[in-house]
């Protein structure tokens, strides 16, 4: 897999770019956001096969990481993992909100990034997409309208941009209203993995969900056991 690093610290991107290497991966080192931003671009680079991953540091030189991860979004469908040093949720649920499928803190574990890694990168898998072999119908809960088969989200009529992740979890607590999904099979289902780690992620994936939706009861907590989806009166 071609993986786009994007760490303007020459030595920690020389110590990662090892580390990747051995695990089969072909690094290409960006070191500020408009390097990123040119590597991306397929028209610069007709004769490479796309990235299978973007590693992005938000600390880079020329631009702030949440400007660099907005604006490779509009240019390819590639997954982005921020890797940062800012640890607190409001800034995790920001990147995802710009279209990070996924949040590492600095400093980490190689084999927690590598996890992600793979992680992330299913979700251009052929199949991969939550209800791919499902119905064709949207579903409906009240003010939400969840359109499956085009993978688009609307309340009351207006469109909500949600990432992949956050509109397969999404997919997966309507289709059955009112039943407790455990935080281990959410994240066998949404992330394809038994990894541990993922929970931090599911935490700030329903965060963002319910930001987006800005229906924060929609989405209710069952301590200790994991997330149901609660429809709305009347749906």
């Given amino acids: 897999m071609r993986l ?12 990662l770019s090892a580390v ?6 072909d690094v290409v080192h960006a070191r500020n956001g408009e390097e990123a931003l040119q ?38 469908s590639t997954p982005v993992i921020m890797v940062t040093a800012r ?6 649920i920001h990147g995802l909100n710009l279209g990070a499928d996924d949040y590492v803190v600095k400093p980490y574990d190689t084999g927690e990034l590598l996890a992600r890694i793979h992680a992330v990168s299913r979700r251009n898998a052929p199949g991969d997409e ?10 409906r809960l009240g003010p939400v309208i969840i359109e499956l088969s085009t993978r ?9 941009q949600l990432t992949r992740k956050e509109f397969d979890l999404l997919a997966l607590l309507a289709q059955r209203p009112g039943v407790v999904f455990r ?35 929609l989405i209710e ?8 989806l609660v429809a709305p009166a009347g749906a």
């Fill in 39 to 76: 590597a991306v671009l397929p028209a610069k680079h007709p004769d490479k096969p796309p990235f299978g991953v973007v590693l992005l540091d938000l600390g880079l030189p020329d631009q702030d990481g949440y400007q660099v991860c907005g604006k490779i979004r509009k240019l390819t």
């Fill in 4 to 15: 786009l690093l994007v760490e303007d610290d020459d030595h920690v991107a020389a110590a």
């Fill in 183 to 217: 935080r281990e099979q959410i994240i066998s289902e949404v992330w394809r993995t038994s990894w541990e780690g993922t929970g931090r992620t599911l935490e700030v994936h329903v965060a963002s969900l319910r930001s987006k939706l800005r229906m924060p009861a």
């Fill in 20 to 25: 990747l290497a051995k695990h089969g991966f």
């Fill in 130 to 139: 939550a209800g791919a072999a499902g119905p064709e119908h949207a579903l």
């Fill in 221 to 228: 907590t069952v301590r200790g056991v994991g997330y149901r």
């Fill in 87 to 92: 640890a607190d949720v409001r800034s995790r």
């Fill in 152 to 160: 688009r989200v609307s309340v009351d009529g207006e469109a909500v």
